[in-house]
């Protein structure tokens, strides 16, 4: 009995012990709406307290008047902590990614397709501000390229920039 309890001690101890993911109030999860570019609802989930993944679907315009329903995901990098003193952590992020953009006959007024795909990359950088209640505020902005899309030359630059929000849970 006594080494039941001593196992169950050690592998609550090992299990605990890992990294506390470091969103809202400690949370790992967000949830939540940016503005700009892309428009919609967006995702964070912390791997530990400087990884992540965030995620966004939502209205998006890809160059070229390419307009439609985005997907996307990109890994970050919290690169440095600014020291303030505040209930918040300030981080600044960077990261990689990729985005789908899928558009249909109404969207895309300029061109003999109606209906079409592009895929591009993207490398976001920004500013969150994680506080103490279970909430964050960002501010992103993503440069990047389009690799595939139905045109003559369809490489080309993208830019994203996106304020937004998200609650912790």
Same mark, same amino acid.
């Given at each position: ?29 967000? #949830?939540? &709406? &940016?503005?700009? =570019? ?6 964070? +989930? ?12 939502? +209205?998006?315009?890809? !160059?070229?008047?390419?307009?439609? /329903? ?9 690169? +440095? ?10 981080? #600044? ?7 789908? /953009? #899928? ?13 079409? /795909? ?10 969150? &501000?994680? #506080?103490?209640? !279970? ?9 990047? &390229?389009?690799?595939?899309?139905? =045109?003559?030359? !369809? ?15």
């Amino acid at each position: 009995m006594k080494r039941n309890s001593i196992l169950a001690a050690f592998l609550a101890l090992f299990f605990t012990s890992t990294v506390q993911a470091q969103g809202g109030a400690g949370h790992p999860f967000g #949830f939540g &709406m &940016m503005l700009g =570019d892309p428009t919609g609802i967006t995702g964070k +989930y912390w791997f530990d307290s400087i990884s992540a993944l965030d995620f966004a679907l939502g +209205y998006d315009s890809f !160059p070229h008047h390419w307009d439609g /329903v985005t997907l996307q995901a990109d890994y970050l990098y919290h690169a +440095y902590k600014f020291q303030v003193r505040a209930p918040f952590r300030l981080l #600044f992020y960077l990261g990689a990614g990729g985005k789908i /953009v #899928f558009w249909g006959d109404d969207w895309n007024h300029d061109h003999d397709s109606e209906y079409g /795909v592009g895929v591009g990359a993207r490398f976001p950088f920004g500013l969150t &501000m994680v #506080f103490q209640a !279970p909430f964050d505020v960002f501010l992103e902005l993503a440069p990047g &390229m389009v690799l595939f899309a139905p =045109d003559p030359h !369809p490489i080309r630059f993208d830019i994203d920039i996106a304020l937004g929000g998200r609650f912790y849970f």
